[in-house]
């Protein structure tokens, strides 16, 4: 589905496409595992209660699970996903949820956001935007952030001289660096193999937008 959507010049087509076909005729979403990723929870158990309070946005939510997850850390959440299939499954799975869920487009998103929170979680959509779109997206992501905010990314990573291979595109390091000359400072850069099989190498940042 990715493959045609970005041989037609639409590279974010397909994410709609897929949530319709979720279920017929064995097609699945490979990201919806139904569970809080990871390598947020990990992060969130590192930093205790430092997210109480917050307002959170959380970038392409998917199905829903990291929303819920800062929701239970005490942000108040707004979570948003490209496709209105995501969301609707996101209402219909947490029925009396306080997380706002919302159909946007990264690219077109409201300009009451902007720095509008004070934590910004991306995990894995930076990951399945062509080269192009990344770059387009770095600054539309700080820009979310209020004065102090944290914005944390999960990707998966790869050096400069590896092959990205298949999507999703591992992001390497000075692909990363395009956050810092958008007024953030790196606080964190973990670079880890973790523990799927196969293992795949993951990067963890956090970065901080600089005080008003
Ligand atoms: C690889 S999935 C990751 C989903 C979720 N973060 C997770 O880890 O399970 C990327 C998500 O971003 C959404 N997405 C893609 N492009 C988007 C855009 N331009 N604006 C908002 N959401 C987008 C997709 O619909 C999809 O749900």
Avoid at 17 to 33: F, K, R
Avoid at 35 to 56: D, F, I, Q, S, Y
Avoid at 184 to 202: G, S, T
Wanted: hydrophobic residues 35%.
């Amino acid at each position: 589905l990715a493959k045609l959507s970005l041989e037609q010049g639409d590279p974010l087509g397909w994410f709609e496409v897929l949530y319709q076909e979720n279920g017929t005729e064995g097609t699945v979403i490979p990201w919806a595992d139904h569970v809080p990723n990871p390598h947020l929870v990990e992060w969130a158990r590192k930093n205790p209660g430092t997210l109480v309070g917050k307002k959170a946005l959380k970038i392409g939510c998917g199905l829903g699970d990291d929303a819920e997850y800062l929701e239970q850390l005490g942000c108040l959440v707004t979570a948003f996903d490209i496709a209105p299939t995501a969301i609707a499954e996101c209402r219909k799975r947490f029925p009396d949820s306080s997380v706002r869920y919302e159909v946007q487009d990264l690219f077109q998103s409201p300009s009451a956001w902007t720095a509008g929170f004070d934590f910004v979680l991306e995990s894995y959509t930076l990951q399945v935007f062509p080269p192009d779109l990344r770059r387009q997206a770095i600054p539309i992501l700080s820009g979310y952030l209020a004065p102090s905010g944290t914005l944390l990314v999960v990707c998966r990573g790869r050096e400069e001289n590896q092959e990205p291979g298949g999507m999703p595109w591992p992001l390497t390091r000075p692909e990363l660096n395009a956050f810092l000359q958008t007024g953030l400072q790196e606080i964190a850069f973990e670079d880890y193999i973790d523990h799927e099989n196969p293992p795949v190498r993951r990067f963890r940042v956090q970065y901080e937008k600089e005080k008003a």
